[in-house]
């Protein structure tokens, strides 16, 4: 199951909800990639599933830009096999930056706000989904 936080600045009122952790649908490859949009991912995703000694970590991340503060909220998974290896990358919107996922319990780090210079964000836990 994952969670789902708030995040807000008390700063300029910035806001966002994050969903963390794992869903029921990504306990098979195969359900993942029946929602993934990418078709160039889909198709790693295939290409592991062919392999047997595929074994793969999936849940749902926030993403930080250290170099312009934003934020996004999406799928990391991790794929290896004896031959392959592949992990889900983003680069941010705004500036192009490679983003780093955020550790799972976003109220264990400290957040800058993206939309304000000073403010820091704070997360609240307020429901888990599936
Ligand atoms: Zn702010
Ligand atoms: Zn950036």
Redesign the pocket.
């Known amino acids: 199951m994952g969670e789902a936080y708030k995040l807000d600045c008390a700063n300029c009122g910035y806001h966002t909800n994050v969903f963390v952790g794992i869903g029921f649908m990504y306990v098979y490859l195969h359900s993942i990639a029946s929602f993934v949009q990418d078709p160039a991912l889909k198709k790693r995703i295939a290409e592991f599933e062919k392999e047997p000694s595929t074994r793969y970590e999936a849940y749902d991340a926030l993403y930080r830009?250290m170099?312009?503060?934003?934020l996004r909220n999406e799928l990391y998974l991790e794929m290896k096999s004896d031959r392959d290896y592949f992990v889900t990358a983003y680069s941010?919107g705004?500036?192009?930056?490679a983003m780093h996922p955020v550790p799972d319990d976003p109220r264990t780090v400290e957040l800058d706000c993206p939309e304000c210079a000073s403010g820091k964000l704070t997360a609240t836990f307020y429901m888990d989904w599936d």
């Open positions: 830009c170099a312009c503060r934003s941010c705004k500036c192009g930056e």
